[in-house]
């Protein structure tokens, strides 16, 4: 049993807002398990790049690679032998006139566990958007694990809204996220699991703050525009985020992140999850 963790929360709506040129992302992402938790500790490394042509496309690619540790007590460490993973992520967009888009991407899985070894997603989208207005849209993904013939779909509507204040400095910007996950009967458990999240952001010169919420059920989840599977069994059933970003030059920002959510793993134990991500981003 093992869990895929990543803290990737930093290219929603990037693709949509920013201008033609190129970009990098350099993270890292310790994992922290509470007492009851059979996990002990991990991390995620990675690295994160796109470019936007004046023709409307974006390309984006990334490669993280995971390592999650295992307790050795009260089971005997050969049950659960620590966990490497790395996982490639390729998507398209393309960016038309008439304020809308479409983008279709891979994610593909190299895991030591081989339940879900070999397992890929492949995900399509559309959004209909005006720049720092408004936009709306969804998600349709497919996730395919050969290895225990397990397939997963996950429908993702999403919205957001642009906001000045009258009274206070910056822009706000609002969004808000239903997920309906599909579990194949054959070898999963044929249950359909819904969670709905809302998120708060702040931009304010060189600051950026975030804080969002979630609740539901997710299982084999899919997250952060394909960047994220969640490729294990155990039930996720709610969380909040806190993100900070600042610039440091004009084509340099630094970002921090805190996650923690409920957890209710393969061996029924319920547990929480924190999660810290650091990130570099440098434009072109």
């Known amino acids: 049993m093992k869990t895929k963790i990543l803290i990737l929360t930093f290219f929603l709506y990037s693709a949509v807002a920013a201008q033609t040129g190129a970009e990098i992302w350099l993270y890292h992402a310790p994992i922290d398990y509470d007492e009851n938790s059979f996990r002990k500790d991990g991390k995620t490394t990675g690295f994160y790049g796109a470019y936007r042509s004046a023709s409307g496309y974006v390309w984006e690619g990334a490669v993280e690679k995971t390592h999650v540790s295992y307790k050795k007590s009260p089971v005997p460490y050969w049950v659960w032998p620590d966990l490497d993973q790395t996982d490639f992520t390729l998507a398209l967009t393309r960016n038309r006139q008439s304020s809308h888009s479409s983008r279709f991407g891979l994610h593909a ?98 600051v950026s703050l975030s804080l969002g919420a979630w609740g539901g059920t997710q299982l084999w989840a899919v997250r952060d525009d394909g960047f994220i599977v969640y490729n294990s069994a155990d039930k996720h059933t709610g969380g909040v985020t806190f993100q900070a970003g600042y610039a440091l030059t004009d084509n340099t920002r630094l970002n921090i992140s805190i996650d923690q959510e409920q957890v209710t793993e393969t061996t029924g134990a319920d547990t929480d999850m924190t999660k810290y991500s650091l990130s570099l981003k440098h434009t072109f």
């Open 109 to 206: 899985i190299s895991s030591s566990d081989n339940d879900t070894d070999d397992a890929f997603t492949l995900f399509a989208g559309f959004s209909r958007y005006h720049p720092y207005d408004d936009y709306y849209g969804g998600t349709l993904y497919y996730t395919h694990y050969p290895n225990i013939d397990l397939q997963v779909w996950q429908a993702v509507p999403k919205v957001g809204k642009y906001l000045g204040n009258p009274i206070l400095r910056g822009t706000f910007f609002i969004q808000g996220k239903l997920n309906l996950i599909a579990i194949d009967e054959k070898q999963g458990d044929g249950n359909t699991y819904f969670s709905a999240e809302g998120e708060v952001s702040w931009y304010y010169g060189a």
